[in-house]
């Protein structure tokens, strides 16, 4: 996509020969001052308004790219120059796009559609067929969708015959995505790779391509299950977004997708802080985003007050707030408010992409309601979704085939066939170890260890036990650390309705009610409230809790707690 225009605009030697290097060079924030002030001396050509507002837009100054965009459109009018005039047309309805005008951005969509008809434009044409099937994929009817493929799909094939390499990028991303959705997955998965090489060979000429190809990828490769693809161009995109520090759109986007790539990987902090910067970054249409991504973790590490407001938050913005919230409501105990949501979430659930991240939870949920016939009927459903989805991509990651075993080990389990069950989740367990993520690996052997138990092989309880609660307490997941089984003195499990001796150990009468109050989930503020004491009493009777111990996390004062009785 050539952004400067028609050549006949290109300035003389006399005019912003710097801004245009520094633009080249992604300085972009020394390009805007270098444009501006030679435009305070004599207005900018439009090929140098663009790349003006192409720096303004990179800088996150989104008001005055728009302004900029404008200013160039209209000096490429008055010149009589229609393909540059087009190109910019197009260029301002994706900033109001993407900002969430979608009025303004239809509007552009119509004034582009008329340039590119009334001057009987070709090349130009790529430009709009792109827009009309990104727009069409905000439709969630499978008719809009269809179109949308054949759309982006001729808008490729235009883009590349003009050697347009940013617009075939864009339509190459739009076809990729219309496959995803209509359950082509790895031929829709091979266009975005097509998309990629092009990105990464350096053949696109705007910045901006850029990020929308990399946030557009990794999304894709998470939609899809595909963790060493989203771990590879998530890794690839940090590197880019590390290059160009002065890089501000994005960046909130690709946070997300960061946060759930470190999520799932084990890097909790890394992960809660990348989400909260995301969740200050997004526009508020999209932070919902953010939002589950910050009630997620928030649930997993024990912080149930923080969890429900950020799902309530998600929301709000448009983002449902299940499975999460589901799950939170699981964790709390409130197990007939967990059931009646996934029952109506089974209904209301209709969409593959939905129905494969819905089972997994669904089945925990009704197995813990003692619906065994219910988780079991949603263990086959996953099953035979993981062998539709990943039977046609060998290589994959199969996450999905991982979960369906999982949920088949929950399912029996509940149902009173462990026999059955400890063969199923000794696969599952393997199957998420291979895949390097730890807290579903963790979750799967503390069903197996129940399992075992239910079997009366106490010391292969015991060995899945333990390996669970290492991994939960390196994680920091507190609520599933409190629902392993106690330890006995010797180290093994505590069978079931039993508990290990009380001993606080070298533990002061405070300390230990402090150290139960973590266990239960409480903040420092909470804990003051509860035993009527400052929060620096609270944290400083919490450090001596961890120099006693040679601890140094709420998780490992929590699994202290289960472990010496004190709960």
Not at 15 to 44: H, I, K, T, V
Not at 301 to 327: H, I, K, Q, V
């Amino acid at each position: 996509m050539a952004v400067h225009g028609s050549t006949a605009q290109l300035p003389g030697p006399s005019q912003p020969l710097d801004g245009r290097r520094l633009y080249e060079a992604g300085a972009w924030s020394s390009a805007l001052e270098a444009f501006e002030r030679a435009d305070s001396a004599e207005p900018l050509p439009g090929a140098d308004l663009m790349l003006t507002a192409f720096s303004a837009y990179l800088l996150g100054l989104e008001d005055r790219s728009i302004a900029l965009f404008g200013r160039a459109f209209r000096d490429f009018l008055g010149a009589h120059d229609d393909a540059a005039a087009a190109r910019s047309a197009f260029w301002l309805g994706f900033a109001h796009d993407a900002r969430g005008d979608r009025g303004r951005a239809e509007a552009w969509g119509r004034r582009l559609a008329a340039i590119v008809e009334e001057a009987g434009l070709s090349a130009e044409r790529a430009l709009l067929l792109s827009g009309m099937g990104h727009r069409a994929l905000a439709s969630p009817d499978p008719a809009e969708t269809r179109r949308a493929l054949g759309l982006s799909r001729e808008a490729a094939l235009i883009a590349h015959a003009a050697r347009d390499t940013d617009t075939e990028v864009f339509s190459r991303l739009s076809t990729g995505w219309a496959l995803l959705r209509l359950g082509s997955d790895a031929e829709g998965l091979a266009e975005l790779d097509e998309a990629m090489a092009t990105v990464t060979a350096g053949e696109v000429s705007t910045p901006i391509v850029n990020g929308v190809a990399y946030c557009s990828v990794i999304s894709a490769s998470l939609r899809a299950k595909d963790l060493s693809r989203a771990r590879e161009w998530t890794s690839a995109a940090t590197d880019w977004c590390a290059r160009n520090q002065e890089l501000v759109p994005f960046r909130g986007q690709c946070l997300v997708h960061r946060a759930e790539v470190k999520m799932l990987d084990g890097d909790w902090p890394g992960a809660l802080e990348e989400a909260a910067r995301a969740a200050e970054r997004l526009l508020p249409a999209d932070a919902g985003l953010a939002s589950y991504q910050l009630g997620e973790l928030h649930r997993l590490t024990g912080r149930f007050a923080e969890a429900e407001d950020a799902y309530r938050r998600a929301n709000s913005a448009g983002r449902r707030p299940e499975p999460g919230l589901m799950l939170l409501r699981l964790a709390q105990g409130r197990v007939d408010v967990a059931s009646t949501s996934a029952r109506r979430l089974a209904a209301e659930l209709t969409r593959r992409s939905e129905r494969e991240d819905f089972l997994p939870a669904y089945v925990e949920v009704m197995a813990a309601a003692g619906d065994s016939e219910a988780a079991c009927a949603g263990a086959e459903e996953l099953s035979r979704l993981a062998e539709k989805a990943e039977g046609g991509r060998p290589g994959v990651g199969g996450v999905l085939t991982a979960r369906a075993l999982t949920a088949q080990g929950t399912a029996r389990c509940a149902a009173g066939e462990a026999a059955q069950a400890v063969q199923t989740l000794r696969e599952a367990s393997l199957a998420w170890h291979r895949l390097g993520l730890p807290y579903l690996e963790a979750r799967t052997r503390a069903v197996l260890g129940r399992c075992y138990a239910a079997l009366g092989d106490n010391e292969a309880a015991a060995l899945e036990t333990d390996a669970a609660r290492a991994a939960f307490g390196a994680l920091g997941a507190a609520p599933d650390l409190a629902a392993l089984p106690a330890r006995t003195a010797g180290g093994g499990a505590v069978a079931a309705g039993g508990r290990a001796a009380s001993s606080a150990g070298p533990l002061t009468e405070r300390e230990v009610q402090v150290v139960r109050l973590v266990a239960a989930g409480l903040t420092n503020r909470g804990i003051a409230k509860e035993l009527v004491l400052s929060e620096k009493t609270v944290a400083r009777h919490l450090a001596n809790v961890y120099a006693k111990l040679g601890i140094a996390s709420r998780a490992a004062a929590t699994a202290y707690a289960y472990d010496h009785g004190l709960l």
